[in-house]
């Protein structure tokens, strides 16, 4: 009876030449090794060579930084000169007007300007498409003025109010951003306050009531995306001009219904 060779085994002639299969994995398995070693190091230095790149900027974005800045600055200064928004006037608009404001950055993905950026993160939009809910008061009336080229304001009506908590509607507990997903997560949270569900939530924010703070730090800032058929004018002219940001009133809720 013949026993079969291995394949890796040398004839008999040749002693001291036989290689073993284990020699034979062992070095495919270094070689393995070798090939998966070089790209690696391959990938590592294409993306050192493309961040490299991507720093190099040209002087001239130094510039325009600086200058958009500067143009931002001079803009507030002159706004807050410009604007006189005291406690009476605050008082009679809030009568004649809804208290509720729906407000979404619109522009401004890079803002150079450090005081407006500061506005922003004060009011929760650190990034383009953020909305929140504001009363409609002093303080926020001012800040509104002062960022008014970056987002697009107005009055929402309650089933705009209704539609975003349910369809982009989040929380944060505990740090985390949660998807509102039953009552029972509401009552842990506001029940101390008397609210229990979302319904709640819906009526504490239209009526701008006593709670209305605490329920707007529950909520996270909702995040929109572009209107489905784009902007039909152009954003860096106000709405009163026949332009996009600013303050359009009641016709937010078509601005919202795009978004969605």
């Not at 994995?25 to 060579?49: F, W």
């Not at 729906?102 to 950026?117: N, P, Q, Y």
């Not at 349910?166 to 929380?171: L, Q």
């Amino acid at each position: 009876m013949q026993f079969l060779r291995s394949r890796y085994a040398v004839p008999n002639k040749l002693p001291g030449k036989t290689v073993s299969v284990l020699k034979h994995r062992k070095r495919r398995i270094q070689q393995d090794k070798s090939v998966l070693e070089q790209k690696r190091n391959d990938r590592i230095k294409r993306i050192v060579k493309s961040k490299a790149h991507h720093k190099f900027r040209r002087a001239e974005s130094f510039v325009m930084g600086y200058l958009k800045a500067e143009r931002t600055s001079k803009r507030i200064r002159q706004t807050i000169l410009r604007t006189n928004v005291t406690e009476q006037s605050a008082e009679a608009a809030a009568e004649t007007n809804p208290r509720l404001l729906l407000v979404m950055r619109h522009a401004g993905k890079k803002i150079f300007d450090k005081t407006t950026s500061e506005i922003f993160r004060t009011l929760r939009m650190p990034k383009r498409h953020n909305t929140v809910f504001l009363e409609n008061n002093k303080e926020n009336q001012l800040l509104l003025r002062v960022i008014e080229p970056f987002v697009v304001y107005g009055h929402p009506s309650l089933s705009t109010i209704r539609e975003l908590l349910f369809k982009k509607g989040f929380a944060r507990i505990d740090g985390k951003k949660t998807a509102i997903q039953s009552n029972t997560m509401v009552e842990a949270q506001l029940g101390a306050k008397g609210i229990i569900c979302l319904e709640d939530i819906i009526h504490e924010i239209c009526t701008v009531g006593p709670n209305f703070a605490a329920v707007n730090e529950f909520l996270c800032a909702f995040a929109l995306s572009s209107p489905r058929d784009g902007w039909k004018h152009k954003v860096s002219v106000s709405y009163k001009r026949g332009g996009e940001y600013g303050d359009r009133g009641n016709a937010i809720n078509d601005v919202v219904a795009r978004c969605l």
